[in-house]
């Protein structure tokens, strides 16, 4: 036998190498050994018929909480894996002062790959009543900095949250000190907008190339459109200049208005991502192939939407070689999904509904070459 793992007659979409057609993928060990029209059977050890299925790279989840018994985390094995998603990133709700018990008891025993950004602040997001910055000596540059420099294999970024609820009315005090904080440190800055006292243009200057803009499709006050519905100035020259947007939807910050206006203007989300926690874990269709569903919706390709869920988010937290495709050596991360076609009624954050007649779902997923979840 060539091959441990067949995955027969699907189609494959891997944008990170334009590839959309059938094709075969067959995994040795845990990782890929080749791609092709045919690959016969009798050269696998285990055949999967994924035939009128679509095949792509495993999704990856940029933005989610699974720090489990801390505030609001859900389980990522169960919540995220079983639903297709192979690589999580927790989006900052260990603070410098509990990362120590996420990475122990979350990031390390998952079999989902975990990646994750640090609060800015000590406390981190334990009780969403409360802002994790209820004090500012919440804030604590140096520790922040030790705590990129001491997991600096799963930490990708530090993250801080604008809104007025969690900073109050100087955001800009707080984004002084993430700058800082990231920049000693030598990661990227991850912050979450909406609903904060100060507009997109006037945070933006504290981005840098490969830093990361949250709930870019937000419809609350202070979102990426100018007062005439256009995306501003500012968000496209950031965008120009490697600044990465991120549609992270979650229960609050996901506007159908605002998203259908910014692909029309042909602003189109780097990352799509869940901001899955405890609360919206409980709908079994909250998942990554819901926020696809979404953005294919919207106006994207499927193509582009793959690119986001995939290559895009691998390349952003850029830990592991080749993560987010399928080429030949990469991790045999894939899932695999159903487009079915009905038409089904879905609602945004913000009381509006639309009607879709394709949605993703998922059917098999493959993590590090072993099957964990099987077809429907
Ligand atoms: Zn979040």
Not at 135 to 163: P, T
Request: charged share 20%.
């Amino acid at each position: 036998m060539s091959y441990d793992l067949l995955l027969r007659g699907g189609t494959v979409i891997d944008p990170s190498q334009g590839l959309h057609a059938p094709r075969d993928v067959a995994i040795s060990g845990d990782a890929i050994a080749a791609v092709a029209e045919q690959i016969p059977e009798s050269q696998a050890a285990r055949v999967v018929n994924v035939t009128g299925k679509l095949v792509t790279p495993g999704l990856i989840d940029a933005h989610c909480h699974v720090f489990y018994g801390v505030g609001i985390g859900c389980i990522a094995d169960t919540d995220c894996l079983l639903r297709g998603t192979t690589t999580v990133v927790e989006g900052g709700a260990p603070g410098t002062g509990s990362f120590a018990g996420f990475r122990k008891y979350v990031a390390e025993p998952s079999r989902t790959r975990v990646f994750a950004e640090v609060n800015l602040s000590t406390v981190g997001m334990v009780d969403l009543k409360w802002s994790e910055f209820a004090a500012f000596n919440h804030v604590d540059v140096d520790a922040a900095i030790r705590c990129v420099e001491e997991n600096r294999d799963i930490v990708i970024g530090i993250k801080l949250r604008v809104s007025a609820p969690i900073v109050g009315g100087n955001p800009f005090l707080y984004l002084k000190a993430a700058r800082q904080a990231a920049d000693a440190a030598g990661t990227k800055l991850v912050v979450h907008i909406g609903e904060s006292v100060a507009s997109v243009p006037e945070i933006l200057p504290y981005f840098k190339a490969g830093d990361m803009l949250v709930h870019c499709f937000t419809g609350r006050r202070h979102g990426i459109l100018d007062g005439k519905g256009h995306v501003h100035d500012a968000v496209w020259g950031a965008h120009e200049a490697g600044v990465l947007f991120d549609s992270s939807s979650g229960g609050n910050h996901f506007s159908f208005d605002v998203t259908r206006k910014a692909i029309e203007q042909g602003f189109l989300p780097d990352i799509i991502s869940t901001d899955i926690t405890m609360p919206t874990a409980k709908d079994p269709r909250f998942h990554m192939p819901l926020m696809m569903t979404r953005h294919l919706a919207l106006g994207m390709t499927m193509d582009q939407v793959v690119q986001a869920s995939t290559v895009n988010p691998a390349r952003a937290l850029d830990r592991v070689p080749k993560l987010g495709t399928l080429q030949v050596g990469a991790p045999a991360d894939v899932t695999v999904l159903d487009l079915e076609e009905g038409e089904w009624l879905l609602p945004d954050t913000e009381g509006q509904e639309m009607t879709v007649t394709r949605r993703f779902e998922p059917a098999l997923t493959v993590l590090k070459g072993s099957v964990v979840r099987e077809p429907n």
